[in-house]
């Protein structure tokens, strides 16, 4: 491709608009245009890598047995009804009205047009298991767009179903979705990890995201440094401190603590570790039923610990999603407010984390204003109370996989994979007849990959102050051709030309830079878009039959002969 | 692909609510499925084709320059505003609000969008020409969708626009973009036709549709049976009668036709040829300014000939679009009912088409209700009148190019190119700097092709009893491999297997058909799938070491040694 025939709409000046790297690149590198708030039109240079993006992804799934599919955007109402979600969820369901006034949606995933396809179409087990996918356009009405394609309304995804009448055929299907993913994030040159997620609310027994690693990532990894053990912040279990709890040395004793309001306060006040002052957090408690009063549960973690509300609200003892007791509703049931709480003699059931259940001669409130406890200790100070994990890990923490120590990394999710379990097919009754002739309901997997946000990934992870570093297999174009001041000089341009056909003639995908621009206004570009190789072609080197390679990444450059460098760059990009 | 592993979904039963072949059979052969009036999922076999034919439009526009961008489907409002098509545009425009209540819609088609990008992103005339693609979903609220995906409400469109600063440079890339439909449509292996269009009421100078010929086409074409002359019948010029008009042999006389309400009355009456009875139509007259009062016109035609809508409203005389007087308003003006009405004597002026203009001693109403007149002439008895071409030709008509007679074929339109012109780049004020240094407003050209809808157009020009019979380039696969009786046959099975195998190491795209059924219907699933080429593997064959190969199109056998299979194959499909 030659520029002068392209649209390369580069720009200089950092966009005003673009919080993140990724969303300021795609824009300044001509890849993408904003249309209206979370919905972009991918420029030529986008295009290109959502394409190859898409490519590897289609090619892994079908290798990995997955059959493509394609589903319209547009979904009738009448099976968000059925499933439940039309009411359970909230604006980000775009709905809206047909010329008739009939209700539809715009998909922002598929779980109920694929399970209505297959109740109509699978009749019997032998035509199980069968894994559906398709690269399809979502809409997701976000409150707040924002990070460009990072999270935007409008956005490519690969989203695929399967469908299975055991557990035991459910996670063969779920293994060769996660080696597929692991092929898939290799092809595409990213460092990402396969992180064990929460399965939320929806249930279902096992999820794994997968993450590219990048120091801008929304979430927070734990990382064994030991092992492959990975998972969400939210999953990692924090285990129990090793050892036993250190006998009690000091006698119980309540000291006044005035002014001091916070776990720091009095770990100050007191002239101790926070470590050693715990803290005690009141939450709603489970109902036995509906119409049973609203109780309530302390929650005692160490100072230094932060609650894990996913753990917390996981506990049976505990109301999900979790409500944290107003004041009012703590001085009502425990004469103290949220500053002076603690374990000994508290009214309500407490429920101690791991970690505070190891402490011994810890401090905590008095459920006393203005009143603290000092020297407590468990079984001792406080009889009755159960132990279990409840906070955040933090770096350094034992890896609950045995080996090694947890490191945190932030990562981008990308791709997620999901066993349903029946959630869907349960509500719309999808069900084959079984080698026992009965009619069973079938259980299900999901597996999304996040097409458009891998390429905001891909640069959070990959960029530095010049501009994009594309891996070869997802670049717009794998070699940018800058000949050096071409309009003045015939045998530059005669040269330029002779390489870039004998390039593209071996298959390479070349951005020919044919523009009249000064040197430096082309490397600056060609940079900016993360071309991962380049070739220069200049008076000086010409003389000695040489053009000047350089690689975007390392930055190393050596001089190529000119009839070697088809060679030379089939070796590089075979790499 | 084994059959056993895919989602073959073939019905035996015609299903009800199709009323078109194609649609017909892609529910039958498991292409598509009904999710919504006018939306569908494509089943695997239906993506495999659809992937097929976005892959060549997609080499086809980039051979010819293009550049591929992909636009939302998400568009904001006030673009529709600022071209005037928000208020234009009837519900077919499906218009929706998001959760901020800002208005949006569900896109059509992309002028707007594209040349709010442009006039954005190009600011010279060094960048231009432009011309930008993309293979995206449309949604078209259709009143009434039928025909399956021929007239669907989501569908899946390549649409191109250029822009240029001069009509030169427009059509430069209306003739490239000509050429890339003819290449797009002769690999798709399709028998089609460009034809010259009506380019309607958005103005615009120049349009090409592209039809496949089908006998369930939609649309009336006109062809020259002596060159490459093709028009749709709206624009089809209906030339003058050759020759000198006959001389006047007969005296004009009035008769009395009583109850002959129609031409065909009046000619069975008269014992006369319909063609020698004129029939006078009456139209609204052009208005010079708007607040001038409604006139009249009188449009004269051979009572064998039909009136041409769009030709007659072209007329400078006429209103746009043609309104037809109503009973009451021609009494007023001619004191005489529509049966009995003619030229001689008219109060209103007349326009006379080519053929009528060129008859003698013919027959026309009396404007005397219950009579005609007979041997009536042109000059001699009308006076005061204009000639123009104002009929839809009719079969055996001389070609307007000069060469040959007319025939008429049925089509459906799956692509079509227009020289748009400024109509959008003037309303949203897209301009560049010229070579003058001034701003100039750009002129647009756009490129539509079907890509949905060239499946079902390839089907209604291809099937027979049995199924569809795809051409090579878009078949789901190219070669149906059929074990006869391989559960009960070892030997069946391994050289089956082998040669599985073997092709798809050669590259091809097999389909093995590995279900436990009866050879019958194998072969009818492989026959209403279309897949051009079988091979058959039976026991009795397989004595001599051979298999049958079966061409789908031509019906005919042949006995292939089985290990030159591969090379008869890459022969056959190399064709």
Redesign the interface.
């Known amino acids: 491709m030659r520029s002068s025939?392209?649209?390369l709409?580069t720009i200089k000046e950092t966009p005003a608009d673009a919080e993140v790297i990724s969303h300021k690149l795609m824009l300044r590198a001509g890849m993408i245009?904003r249309?209206?708030s979370g919905?972009?039109?991918?420029?030529?240079t986008?295009?290109?890598v959502?394409?190859k993006v898409e490519q590897i992804v289609r090619e892994e799934m079908n290798k990995a047995?997955a059959?493509?599919?394609?589903?319209?955007?547009?979904?009738?109402a009448e099976l968000w009804q059925e499933s439940g979600r039309w009411d359970k969820m909230d604006?980000?369901l775009?709905r809206?009205?047909?010329?008739h006034t009939?209700d539809?949606v715009?998909g922002p995933t598929h779980e109920e047009?694929i399970t209505?396809?297959v109740r109509?179409?699978i009749t019997s087990y032998k035509?199980l298991p069968?894994n559906?996918y398709?690269i399809q356009?979502k809409?997701r009405?976000e409150?707040r767009p924002r990070f460009g394609v990072m999270r935007a309304?409008?956005f490519l995804m690969k989203d695929a179903y399967s469908f299975h009448l055991s557990q035991d055929s459910l996670q063969q299907t779920y293994n060769a979705m996660y080696q597929a993913y692991c092929n898939i994030f290799s092809r595409l040159g990213l460092d990402f990890r396969p992180v064990l997620a929460d399965t939320g609310a929806i249930g279902g027994s096992m999820s794994h995201e997968f993450h590219v690693l990048a120091a801008s990532g929304e979430d927070a990894i734990a990382f064994s440094d030991e092992s492959d053990y990975a998972a969400n912040i939210e999953m990692a279990e924090a285990l129990a401190p090793q050892g036993e709890r250190a006998a009690a040395k000091q006698d119980l004793a309540e000291v006044a603590t005035p002014n001091a309001k916070t776990v720091a306060d009095v770990a100050t006040l007191l002239q101790q570790d926070m470590a050693l002052v715990s803290k005690t957090l009141i939450v709603y408690a489970a109902k036995a039923d509906d119409k049973a009063p609203q109780t309530l549960v302390a929650l005692v973690l160490r100072g230094d610990h932060e609650l894990n509300e996913i753990k917390a609200e996981k506990l049976p003892q505990v109301q999900s999603p979790l409500v944290f007791a107003s004041e009012e509703e703590i001085r009502a049931a425990i004469s103290a407010g949220p500053g002076s709480l603690g374990p000994v003699g508290m009214p309500i059931p407490v429920i101690v984390d791991r970690s505070a259940a190891h402490l011994s001669d810890f401090i905590c409130g008095a459920n006393k204003d203005g009143y603290h406890l000092t020297g407590v200790n468990w079984d001792r100070d406080i009889k009755d109370y159960s132990v279990a994990d409840l906070r955040n890990i933090v770096e350094g923490d034992a890896s609950p996989c045995g080996k090694g120590k947890l490191v945190v990394k932030r990562g981008i999710e990308v791709g997620h994979i999901f066993q349903l379990g029946e959630r869907y097919s349960q509500a719309l009754k999808a069900g084959v007849l079984n080698e026992d002739g009965k009619h069973q309901i079938m259980t299900m997997g999901c597996y999304g990959v996040g097409v458009s946000r891998i390429i905001a990934a891909a640069i959070e992870q990959n960029h530095d102050e010049n501009g994009i570093i594309w891996p070869d297999a997802i670049a717009p174009f794998q070699i940018a051709l800058i000949p050096m001041n071409m309009h003045k000089s015939v045998r530059i341009e005669e040269a330029t030309v002779r390489l870039y056909n004998e390039l593209t003639a071996a298959g390479f995908e070349v951005l020919f830079d044919d523009r009249k621009e000064r040197p430096g206004v082309m490397f600056a570009d060609m940079e900016l878009m993360g071309i991962p190789h380049s070739i220069v072609v200049g008076e000086r080197n010409l003389d000695n039959l040489q053009v000047e390679y350089k690689n975007r990444r390392s930055g190393e450059k050596e001089m190529l002969d000119i009839s070697a460098v088809v060679e030379a760059m089939a070796h590089k990009l075979a790499k």
Do not use: C, H, N
Request: glycine letters at 4%; zero cysteines.
């Open positions: 025939q392209y649209l709409s245009r249309v209206a919905m972009y039109t991918y420029l030529p986008g295009v290109r959502l394409r047995g059959i493509e599919v394609l589903m319209p955007m547009v979904q009738p604006a980000e775009l809206f009205k047909d010329r009939r539809f715009l047009v209505d396809l109509r179409e035509q069968l559906l398709q356009t809409f009405d409150r309304r409008e």
